[in-house]
């Protein structure tokens, strides 16, 4: 059974950064791509970047582009989200989730092609 956790999240006023990392267990880690979604109340889940199973391809979302870096260290199963300049907008929970191909070569926006999912970290962002 694969088991995603979240850490990192916080209460964090604007401009401030954050580093969210995502723990993974329960099948080949390297082998699948990995994503960071947001919630934020009211909202529909948001695609915010994601990784492919080398780390050779990454791909934001327009609203986080140049603020987000995503990486990922295949040796430790782990995922990382880096976020700086934080904005209000920002407040979300923040999900990891892995894909649920094997060797995708592109990153999926589509919360729907990823078949595991963390249960959330929050982010809190005062203006």
């Known amino acids: 059974q694969v088991q995603l956790v979240e850490s990192g999240g916080g209460l964090v006023q604007a401009g401030g950064s954050l580093r969210l990392s995502c723990a993974a267990s329960g099948r080949t880690f390297g082998d699948y791509a990995m994503a960071w979604f947001r919630q934020a109340p009211g909202k529909e889940r948001e695609f915010v970047a994601g990784i492919n199973w080398s780390g050779s391809n990454t791909y934001y979302g327009d609203s986080v582009k140049g603020r987000f870096t995503i990486s990922r260290d295949n040796a430790n199963n782990m995922v990382y989200l880096q976020i700086y300049s934080l904005k209000p907008e920002d407040t979300a929970v923040y999900f990891c989730?892995?894909?649920?191909?094997?060797?995708?070569?592109?990153?999926?926006?589509?919360?729907?092609?990823?078949?595991?999912w963390g249960q959330g970290t929050q982010v809190t962002v005062s203006s």
């Open positions: 989730a892995q894909d649920l191909r094997m060797y995708g070569l592109t990153v999926v926006i589509d919360p729907y092609e990823y078949d595991y």
